[in-house]
């Protein structure tokens, strides 16, 4: 029986369930009284959705976090992001230490996992520099915006605590916020926006990149080198940024950004880009936007962030494998070969599994809402696929409707969620029953294709 179990826990379904019994113990004190403010009733359903958002890192909700959680409550969606963002498996490394237990074999495989690695060498080092870059990331964070919110709030306090939190929702791309509305009471704030622009990108473009970063820093070499993960992560993370801003301002050039002034659009735009990836904070109504220019941000977020970061969607270095996959084909190549290296031809394989189980994982969300939502008038089929988008893509952006949505589609995006922040991998490596060697081959024959 024992060793039955043993077989069936794998390293991918343990983190699996690792983060489902995260979202299920957070949803537990959500929906406790006592987390609440007074006169908040509050059904298990949203606590549940609350608490799924939090630890995926994706931010859409059901209820108003500012209007609906006391401090107490705060406390612990704070937690379940910080566990989210950072890695479950990242903070259970460090409470190993911590008791001076040794990380053994499986507890790496573990971490492999989590974090989307290839081998077992140096990975508690990089748990150990993964944690404490992001947490002094944060308290910078949080102390540049909490000295400067001084200004806007009544007491220190009130200042650091949402100086504090919001540094902590910017680099764990969570989304989510205290002050009732988002980043729109700072929209001509150009200083907030680009610390938290900044907070957002240092979240969204990984972690192995953040660790090259601060090994170059300190390295005294001249021939320090990096590797073709952070060239391709770093350069598709900008194109794609870029592409955003100027996609939205011609979108809504003259739409929503009529009559605003070239700073304002700019600033707006370049923050909505930033956020759109994976980040969910917002400067504006994203419902005021036009069609087209919802369906060009879903695009956004079904991009999302970075592999081993804390966003979701398909990350860059599948869109980038894709499209170099493309170039070469077109160019009559096998092989894709950038910055004077040459693509694993696994990766090529990954990166078309990932976009092709993303495309139906996502066709398929958006037909089931729209069948079980069809008679629900507050809800328009463009919101359905941004919702998705954003749900699957773990931004956090949303237009409005989340609240307005039955269980069942709240279900649909509770998964989406989930999957999101394991990753489409983890999830569909969950699903291989056992590892099987194939004895024998049959003869090769060709199909027509296109």
């Known amino acids: 029986m024992r060793r039955g179990l043993s077989q069936f826990m794998t390293p991918f379904r343990i983190i699996i369930i690792a983060y489902i019994a995260a979202m299920a ?15 908040v009733n509050m059904s298990y359903m949203d606590a549940l959705f609350t608490s799924v958002s939090a630890v995926s890192v994706t931010g859409l909700t059901t209820i108003e976090v500012a209007e609906t959680f006391n401090y107490f409550g705060i406390f612990f969606i704070a937690l379940a992001i910080q566990l989210g963002g950072i890695g479950i498996m990242t903070l259970g490394t460090f409470v190993w230490m911590l008791f001076g237990r040794r990380i053994n074999l499986s507890q790496r495989m573990l971490i492999m996992v989590d974090h989307n690695q290839y081998q077992f060498s140096g990975m508690v080092k990089l748990m150990r520099g993964i944690l404490l870059t992001a947490l002094a990331i944060e ?23 949402q100086g504090a939190f919001g540094a902590l929702s910017a680099f764990t791309n969570a989304g989510l916020d205290v002050t009732g509305n988002s980043l729109i009471p700072f929209a001509n704030d150009y200083y907030v926006q680009f610390v938290t622009v900044l907070l957002i990108i240092a979240g969204a473009i990984g ?5 090259e970063v601060r090994e170059y820093l300190r390295s005294k070499q001249d021939n320090f080198r990096f590797s073709l993960f952070t060239k391709v992560t770093v350069s598709t993370y900008a194109v794609v940024f870029v592409i955003g801003i100027i996609g939205i301002l011609l979108l809504e050039r003259g739409y929503y950004f ?20 994976s980040a969910g904070l917002s400067v504006l109504e994203v419902s005021d936007f036009t069609i087209p220019t919802i369906l060009f941000i879903s695009g956004l977020m079904i991009i999302g962030a970075s ?6 969607g ?35 394989q990954k990166a078309f599994i990932v976009l092709s189980f993303f495309a139906v994982g996502l066709f ?3 037909l089931s809402i729209a069948a079980i939502e069809r008679g629900n008038q507050a809800v328009e089929f463009s919101d359905i696929i941004f919702e998705t988008s954003s749900a699957f893509g773990t931004c956090g952006l949303g237009t409005g409707i989340t609240s307005s949505l039955s269980d069942p589609s709240l279900m649909i995006l509770m998964m989406l969620m989930l999957i999101g922040r394991v990753g ?24 027509i294709i296109g």
């Open 25 to 39: 113990l957070i949803s537990f004190f959500l929906y406790l009284p006592v987390t609440h403010k007074p006169g």
């Open 139 to 161: 308290a910078v964070g949080a102390l540049v915006l909490g000295t400067y919110y001084i200004q806007y709030f009544d007491s220190i306090g009130e200042a650091y605590y």
């Open 207 to 211: 972690f192995p990149v953040l660790m």
């Open 258 to 277: 009529a009559g605003l002034s070239w700073h304002e659009t700019f600033f707006q735009t370049m923050f909505t880009s930033a956020t759109a990836r």
């Open 307 to 312: 592999p081993s970061s804390v966003g979701g």
């Open 314 to 348: 398909i990350r860059t270095t599948t869109l980038a494998v894709m499209f170099l996959t493309i170039r070469s084909f077109a160019l009559g190549k096998s092989d894709v070969k950038v910055f004077g290296r040459e693509v694993h031809p696994e990766d090529k």
């Open 364 to 366: 398929g969300a958006v």
């Open 424 to 447: 489409i991998l983890v999830f569909l490596f969950s699903v291989k029953r056992k590892d099987t060697k194939s004895h024998y081959k049959y003869p090769t024959e060709r199909m």
